[in-house]
Structure formats: C-alpha cells, structure tokens
C-alpha cells in the first residue's frame, strides 16, 4: 500500500468519523430539544410553526441562525393571554425544512412565511422580527402588504452588512459544496465546544440565560442541517437589502424599531436610528441591553409589541 493510499484511507476515516459524531450528536440534541409546534407544507416546505392564545395575531420570525425557542423562551407566553401568537422556524432553521439548493434570500424566506400567514388565515397580523426575520418582516410587509398590518422589529437588519459579526464570521462559506461538507463534518464538534463562548458574544453585555440551550432551543442550531441553513442565510442575507432599502418609503403600515444601545452584533445607529425619515411614522425606542432582548429584556419587548399592536388597531380601517 502506498503512502498516499495510506493519507487517503486516513482522511477518509476522520471524516467519517466526523460525520458519524455529527450525525449521533444532532439525534440526541433533538431527543434533548422535540418540536414544540406543530408543521404546515407548503409548496414542498415544512414549516415548524407554534399557535397559542386567542386574538389579534403577532407572527414571530427569528434570527440568524435561531429558532422560535428564542421567543419561546421568555415572550410568547407574555403575549398569548391577549393575542393569537404564531412563531415560526425560518425555513432552514430549526425543525424547518429547505432544500440544500433552494433559494436562501430575504425575499424567498418572506414569500414562504407570506404562504403560511395565508394558509392560517391570519388577517394583517403585526409581524414581529428579531435581527435577520426583521429583514425578512420588512420584505414581507413590501412584495405581500396584505399579509402584514404592522412592524415590530426588535434589532434588525434593515441594510446590508459590509462586516459580519466577529461571531458568525465562520458562516460565511460561499461555495455551497464546501458548505455542505463543513456542516457534516467540522461545524458540528466545533460548535459544541465553542457554544458557551459564542452565546456570551451573542448575548453580550447581557448574560444567557442558563437554560437556553435547552429551553431556549439554542443546541439545535449546531445541527449539521441548521448550520447550512445559517451560512446559506449569511451569504445571501445582502443579496436583496438594498433593493428593499430603497422601497421603505412605500410601507404604510405602522412600524417600530426597538434596539439595546450595548447590541455587539449589529449597529443600533446604522442598523436602526438611520431608519427614522425613511419609513413614515417610524417609533424608534433606544434602550438598555444588547442583542437578544427577547430573551434579556422580554418586559420590555412585550411592551413594545403592544404598543405597536395598538398603533395597528388604530389604523385598522385604513389598512383592513
């Protein structure tokens, strides 16, 4: 046997052996974090989608790289004594599926998450999006404005990102066959040994929660699935903002953006104070925290969410 027969057998075991981890550790995460929800096809998609309480309804739409536990977490349940809540898994995201191939933009997510608000039948919901679902909230609101009565973005992404946080650095894998391959085989181990690190700068100033792995679903977001999901996310994530950007004069539903001022993953300034004069009647509120304030600072989040929802309800007849 040559030495190069010998390399080769040796690579060829460590990535099995990789995969066969990333394979055994995504079951036991699952077994660890069920679906909550239960699931809605739509056009060869399955969508992962919680319904709880009774009422007007606020639609959930998570981050890069999360899923609904983000708001499950601390700020459904503040909510779904007044309102019919309705959070998503982003397709890709969490126990949401997407095809390896298929589109990753902004606008192809809102379209989908468009399809499931109609399939619910839910009327001009207030959609509620968290960092990148906030762009997503903002392309469903311009290409479906029948499927959303109002804005209520939590930190979001509303113009492209010329520099990805320290954190998600590593997502941003553009050929989609490299992709596949570190998803199976490094991004897996690596994650896990490095999650307690990467939650810190995520949630930075703030500090997770001790369950959030769990309770807050965070674990499944190591899965070789999910990281394909958020690195096709990452790549494609600019893609379609700045067409978008230069169509928020047209939204006239109303819309509020809520920021911690200590947020390390997005800007507050770029990302949300330059919004105030480019969406008419914006409510932009500052406040103490960082990133992850549905979870930090869901008081605070709740409270905003009803305001906005408020602001939909007296604007009902101009937008029904």
Known sequence: MTALMVDLLATLAVVGGLITFSVLAARRIERAVPPQGCFLDLDGERIHVLDKGAGRAIV???????????????????L???????AFDRPGSGYSTRSPMGPAGVRAQAATLAKAIRAMKLERPVI?????????????????????????LIAPVTRPVTSPPTVFRGLVIRSPLIRLLVAWTLATPVSLIARRVALKLVFAPDTPPADFATAGGGLLGVRPTNVYAASSDMVAANDDLEALTRRYASIRVPVGILYGRGDRILDPGAQGQAMKGK?????????????????????????????????????????S
């Open 128 to 152: 509620v999006g968290h960092s990148l679902g906030g762009a997503v909230a903002l392309a469903i609101a311009l290409d479906d404005p029948d499927c959303a009565g109002a804005l209520a």
């Open 60 to 78: 959930l739409i998570h981050g890069l790289s999360g899923q609904m536990g983000n708001f499950t977490h601390s700020l459904v349940d503040r």
């Open 279 to 319: 969406i008419p009647g914006l409510d932009f509120e500052l406040v103490d925290g960082g990133h992850m304030l549905p979870v930090t600072a869901p008081d605070t989040v709740a409270m905003f969410i009803r305001r906005i929802a408020k602001a939909r309800a007296g604007t009902q007849s101009s937008f």
């Open 80 to 86: 779904a004594g007044d309102f019919r809540v309705v």
